[in-house]
């Protein structure tokens, strides 16, 4: 098992920042991908971005040159450097951490933290 616990949210102003963090815990030794989802009232849960064990990222579109992915293989955490965020950021975002032993898959979701934009 995988436990993720993010923290970081809360409320800022558009054109504000935030960092948010996810520490995981337990069978950490296997997970090879962890990433960052958000979710909106009445919306789809969403890619923001990811990052293999390797260092490679992935951002969607909408963030591309405003958010920073990073991780810290030595503190098991992965982070999300938001900038110049605007009101369609907000949402509940999500650590996610994919972990694979004996090739199978296995998910592992965060509670998730609230950002708001907001002025």
């Known amino acids: 098992q995988v436990q993720l616990v993010e923290s970081g949210g809360g409320l800022a102003q558009p054109g504000g920042s935030l960092r948010l963090s996810c520490a995981a815990s337990?069978?950490?030794?296997?997970?090879?991908?962890m990433g960052w989802y958000r979710q909106a009232p009445g919306q789809e849960r969403e890619l923001v971005a990811s990052?293999?064990?390797?260092?490679?990222?992935n951002y969607a579109d909408f963030v591309k040159g405003r958010f920073t992915i990073s991780r810290d293989n030595a503190k098991n955490a992965v982070y999300l450097q938001m900038n110049s965020l605007n009101p369609e950021d907000t949402a509940l975002y999500y650590c996610y951490a994919r972990r694979t032993y004996y090739s199978t898959p296995y998910h592992y979701w965060g509670q998730g933290t609230q950002v708001t934009v907001s002025s």
């Open positions: 990052i293999t064990s390797g260092g490679t990222t």
């Open positions: 337990g069978s950490i030794v296997s997970i090879n991908y």
